[in-house]
């Protein structure tokens, strides 16, 4: 993680520019809930286009200068260059730096490996679609995208080493049809249009057996697959654990539509890693097959994350609730405040939001009365949808 150390001086001001880098403006925490907490900085930077914090902390007589965790942003010689800039400007005594930009390792070409985002606002195919959850080695996803050319594959894995062997394997292979998205499975299915998917494959998801909220099955992801199913479409668990295999035959046998069927050590045309193993050791395996019947409604993902209404920023934190707020399926949590010295009545609040296994980390940034999301709105879910609307009630009290 590139920081900067350096002797205590007095902060830059702002607004502000040195080296190409804007310094918007600073924020001060709170101490919204800690009261004794040391004083932590928020300095707002736009570079290149992209909007990020950094954080200023102190620690005895020095200050150390990072990226804020929530607005990570990448390639991280933009945050080298942003931390560079700000010392400079501040002319300062440097203690320790490791953001010397020289001898960059060089980025591998990733055009296959998709950000979420990218299926929000771009993603459009003709193609039929087939998704692989948890890919691991990639061995049946790579087999099944050479096979169909015509199919448009979308593997889903949260694993970094999986995703960039599937990544350099794509190069080597000359194999275009896949798109690989590092998301978790169980929410991703919220970004594709209905019915437009031919299969889902889950081969050997990791069983959960003693955390089963955390697996990929679920009543939720059951219904999601359906959604996108086309006619006649697919969702295929193919797993070595019986308990994994009872938990989805009952799940699915539950369903008021779709068809199941269900197999023991059935052989398909390509064996995954995991697949060898369990068949070394002798284990069954088992397939359980839905297929959908149904035709559904197409989901609306242009949601608006506006605020419509104006705030006094003093007023408004002074109600703002330090405790958790909990409903069915998203939460609220008001992680932090900052105050912005140099502009009237202005601040930030730091809040995590969403969905329980997937919460999203955000900054509200309040000035001139308006509220914005910093660093763009969240993504369109059911959840974030819920707790934007749930917010918005909150804020305007
Ligand atoms: C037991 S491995 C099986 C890999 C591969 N399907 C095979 O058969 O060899 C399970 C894989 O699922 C991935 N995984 C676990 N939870 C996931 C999630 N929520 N979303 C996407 N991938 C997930 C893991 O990183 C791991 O690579």
Redesign the pocket.
Known sequence: MPHIVFNKTDLISTPSSNNGVDFKFIAKSYNFTEHDRKTEYKVAVGYKQKDFLLTIKEKEENQMIKIDKVTRISPVTLVKDALNAYVDANNCNIVFSNTNNINQKVEPKKEYLKDINYFVDEFKTDKEIQI??????G??LLHQAKNNPDVQFIG????TP?IEQALKQLEIQEISNVLIVN????L?MEFIESNQVGKI??????PWDKKPH?R?YSNEFINEALRVLKIGGTLEL?TDSRKYFDYCTELLTNLPTGKITIDINKDLEIS????DRWKKQGKNIYDVVLTSHTEDKNIDLDFDFTFDFNVDFIDLIKDIPTKSIVEKSFFIHIEDLFTIDQKENAGMIQLTMGNFDRPISKYLLVEDGKIVYYQGTPLPTSSNILAHKKLKEILSK
């Open positions: 692989e959850i948890g890919f691991g080695s061995r049946h889903l894995e949260i694993h999986s998301y978790d499975a169980r991703f494959f889950v081969h050997f998801p990791v955390r990929i193919r995954s890693k995991y697949e």
